[in-house]
């Protein structure tokens, strides 16, 4: 990529979707692991700060209230990171192809 606007567009762009493709990931298996997001309160000290941090982004509390791990942020970067690849790899493009000329053989009957 380039410099300039157009790069900056495509490079926004491709940050949005893969946001947007690792969220879609993630909220259903926050629904079907009933992981529980939400603060769960302020931080007594200081000190903790780093630590309750680090906890929280790979433990979440769940409906009962217990400590479990955060399977949803697991399967939402790395899906993520699976589907960019694809994409980028360019198999999509060979299946969308595919897709589209299905029921269309005018190429073949030489017309």
Same mark, same amino acid.
């Given at each position: 990529?380039?410099?300039?606007?157009g790069?900056?567009?495509?490079?926004?762009?491709?940050?949005?979707?893969?946001?947007? =493709?690792?969220?879609?990931?993630?909220? /259903?298996?926050? #629904?079907?692991? %009933?992981?529980?997001? @939400?603060?769960?309160?302020? =931080?007594?000290?200081?000190?903790r700060? /780093?630590?309750? #941090?680090?906890? %929280?982004?790979?433990? @979440?509390?769940?409906?009962?209230?217990?400590?479990?791990?955060?399977?949803?942020?697991?399967?939402?970067?790395?899906?993520?990171?699976?589907?960019?690849?694809?994409?980028a790899?360019?198999?999509?493009?060979?299946?969308?192809?595919?897709?589209?000329?299905?029921?269309?053989?005018?190429?073949?009957?030489?017309?």
């Amino acid at each position: 990529m380039g410099e300039g606007w157009g790069s900056f567009g495509e490079r926004y762009a491709s940050h949005l979707g893969q946001y947007a =493709i690792q969220r879609s990931i993630m909220f /259903p298996v926050q #629904a079907i692991d %009933h992981e529980d997001t @939400r603060y769960s309160g302020p =931080i007594v000290k200081a000190t903790r700060a /780093p630590r309750d #941090a680090f906890l %929280h982004t790979v433990w @979440r509390h769940d409906d009962e209230g217990g400590m479990m791990p955060a399977y949803s942020e697991f399967f939402g970067d790395y899906g993520a990171a699976v589907v960019r690849g694809v994409v980028a790899s360019g198999i999509s493009d060979g299946i969308v192809d595919i897709h589209c000329g299905v029921g269309h053989d005018s190429d073949r009957r030489g017309d």
